[in-house]
């Protein structure tokens, strides 16, 4: 009899512990609730997350003598009903720059993606890439700019 008692003291005592460290998680604001986009028959539930619409996906600048750089500017806009927030931005070589907004862009926001293409060392067709990682589904997206690079001979 006297074991029962003790093990009824011991689980209460644990129970009463887990409960304390459950509240005070509460007041620390640690509890958070991580939502999937994809419903359970594979749809995507885009109601909350940010959506990227880029006025265009691919640019073409022409032809360019080599050495020459090229500047454009990829604008989008947030069609989501979240806050779009840019965690990178990868290019496909280290001859293109890129600026972005670094601050959340709020859903109806337009903002721009510029990048700055230089050509030394390189001739013939290009076709480079830039890809943008954001709280979007997919998480990432991608843009492109084509063109042709003239040798100086």
Same mark, same amino acid.
């Given at each position: 009899?006297?074991? #029962? #008692?003790l !093990? $009824?003291? +011991?689980t209460?005592? *644990?129970l009463?512990s =887990?409960?304390?460290?459950?509240?005070?998680?509460e007041?620390?604001g640690l /509890?958070? $609730? !991580?939502r999937?986009?994809? /419903?359970?028959?594979?749809?995507?539930?885009?109601?909350? *997350?940010a959506?990227?619409a880029f006025e265009?996906?691919?640019?073409d600048?022409?032809?360019?003598?080599?050495?020459?750089?090229?500047?454009h500017d +990829?604008k989008?806009?947030?069609?989501?009903k979240a806050? *779009? !927030? $840019?965690?990178?931005?990868?290019?496909? =070589?280290? =001859?293109?720059?890129t600026e972005?907004?670094? /601050?959340?862009?709020?859903?109806?926001?337009?903002?721009k993606l510029?990048?700055? +293409?230089d050509s030394?060392d390189k001739?013939?067709?290009q076709?480079k890439?830039i890809t $943008?990682?954001?709280?979007?589904?997919?998480?990432?997206t991608?843009?492109n700019?084509?063109?042709y690079v003239?040798?100086?001979?």
């Amino acid at each position: 009899m006297y074991r #029962f #008692f003790l !093990l $009824i003291f +011991f689980t209460s005592s *644990l129970l009463i512990s =887990c409960s304390e460290q459950a509240d005070s998680a509460e007041d620390e604001g640690l /509890n958070v $609730i !991580l939502r999937s986009p994809i /419903n359970p028959d594979g749809s995507v539930d885009s109601t909350m *997350l940010a959506i990227l619409a880029f006025e265009m996906i691919t640019w073409d600048f022409d032809t360019i003598d080599q050495g020459v750089s090229v500047k454009h500017d +990829f604008k989008f806009k947030n069609i989501g009903k979240a806050d *779009l !927030l $840019i965690s990178d931005v990868q290019t496909s =070589c280290g =001859c293109t720059i890129t600026e972005y907004e670094k /601050n959340a862009i709020k859903p109806g926001e337009e903002s721009k993606l510029s990048f700055k +293409f230089d050509s030394t060392d390189k001739y013939g067709k290009q076709d480079k890439s830039i890809t $943008i990682h954001a709280n979007t589904y997919p998480n990432k997206t991608v843009v492109n700019f084509t063109g042709y690079v003239k040798t100086k001979d």
